[in-house]
């Protein structure tokens, strides 16, 4: 999400520090920085009004706007889990329902949420539970990251190792069919706003924008599992998450508080993923510590449909995302059973499109799953093909 109108927002911080530190207040602008410099301060460098000082002495204080090159401040989403990031169903799972604790942890590099990009260390933990004979489940997972901070500060100083909760993510599935070869599941992912509103804080601690956490999306998915063997497997899934309400942008237009500007909704996203992987060692055919070893590829795919929402004001124009995400990633990696209880996934994801259709430069991660009830004792070919 781009914050745009370059002009409009550094005289609203000009204003604001005007009033506060009085009229002699100075705006000097620069290609990618603008910074209010209050009387009597000294510029040991640059200063000239095509360029911004590159350090400031004897000031009592210093405002910076910090811009991406295209003149936008970037911010997070709240969407679906704002800079934590969105849960995808297929992540860490299966078409057969299971029972089983989750713990995920995935690093990713250089995450474009800001204009300098921020690694994100991402943490999920959950639980899914069978019912009806073991033909549909009820899956709840919480993630959280250190991450970029929901409070964006106009001064360059946003924090970008901050703790920040996520959406409650609840996934309903169901299996549809199955046979000797093949099981079909369905089902639907309802992403709860439980994450932190996202804010744009000046130097002065007053809040100039706030997109507050309110939308529900609503992931309707469809994925198959193929055994054509007792060691080969394959599976797919599709999915597509519709942001169903939006949310509500509030705005400090004449820096006497916030007022409604309207609402902001995020494009569909489709993500299609697709996973083959061989077992060299079976679930099945030991009884010593390591109960499974196999290989896996994916090739995981999303894209967003539709146009950006746009959120247009005198002063500010806010846009859900800078374009449409078109990213093709590929995963390598390998399951590990450990016992009859403990599965765990190693991976290592890396994007194959350029710079603009990724959202991280490389991925790794470490998924385990811990089984319980009828899962824990389940050796048969559906049991343990997990996605990454």
């Not at 409650?168 to 709860?192: C, D, E, F, Q």
């Amino acid at each position: 999400m781009a914050l745009t109108n370059q002009p409009a927002l550094q005289q609203l911080l000009l204003a604001q520090a005007q009033r506060q530190f009085g009229p002699g207040v100075q705006l000097v602008n620069g290609s990618s920085v603008a910074t209010l410099i209050p009387p009597g301060t000294v510029t040991t460098s640059g200063g000239a009004p095509s360029e911004a000082p590159t350090s400031i002495t004897q000031s009592p204080f210093s405002l910076a706007v910090r811009y991406t090159a295209e003149g936008q401040l970037l911010i997070p989403t709240p969407t679906g889990g704002g800079a934590v990031g969105r849960t995808t169903i297929s992540d860490d799972n299966s078409p057969m329902p299971r029972d089983r604790v989750i713990f995920d942890y995935d690093l990713f590099n250089n995450v474009p949420l800001s204009a300098r990009g921020v690694d994100v260390n991402r943490f999920s933990v959950g639980i899914e539970k069978t019912f009806l004979d073991g033909q549909m489940s009820l899956e709840v997972r919480l993630p959280f990251a250190s991450t970029l901070s929901d409070d964006i500060r106009t001064d360059g100083s946003t924090s970008s190792d901050n703790v920040e909760l996520g959406d409650l993510n609840l996934t309903l599935k169901a299996l549809l069919y199955r046979s000797s070869t093949i099981a079909v599941a369905g089902g639907l992912g309802i992403a709860v706003p439980t994450g932190d509103n996202v804010k744009v804080v000046d130097s002065f601690g007053d809040v100039l924008l706030r997109v507050k956490n309110e939308s529900v999306v609503l992931t309707p998915y469809l994925a198959y599992l193929l055994t054509p063997t007792d060691r080969l497997f394959f599976q797919n899934w599709v999915e597509f998450g519709f942001d169903t309400n939006g949310n509500p942008v509030s705005a400090n237009l004449d820096l006497t508080g916030l007022q409604n500007v309207g609402r902001l909704r995020d494009q569909t996203l489709c993500q299609v993923d697709a996973q083959l992987g061989y077992w060299l060692i079976r679930p099945d055919e030991t009884s010593s510590l390591v109960r499974g070893l196999a290989p896996f590829v994916e090739l995981h795919y999303n894209a967003t449909l539709g146009n950006p929402g746009q959120l247009q004001t005198t002063a500010i124009s806010l846009v859900a995302d800078e374009g449409h995400v078109n990213e093709l990633n590929l995963t390598a990696g390998f399951l590990s059973g450990i016992g009859d209880n403990m599965q765990i996934g190693v991976g290592v994801v890396v994007p194959l499109r350029g710079n603009n259709d990724r959202t991280f430069d490389w991925q790794i991660g470490v998924h385990g799953n811990y089984f319980f009830g009828p899962s824990a004792g389940d050796r048969s070919r559906y049991a343990r093909a997990t996605n990454f």
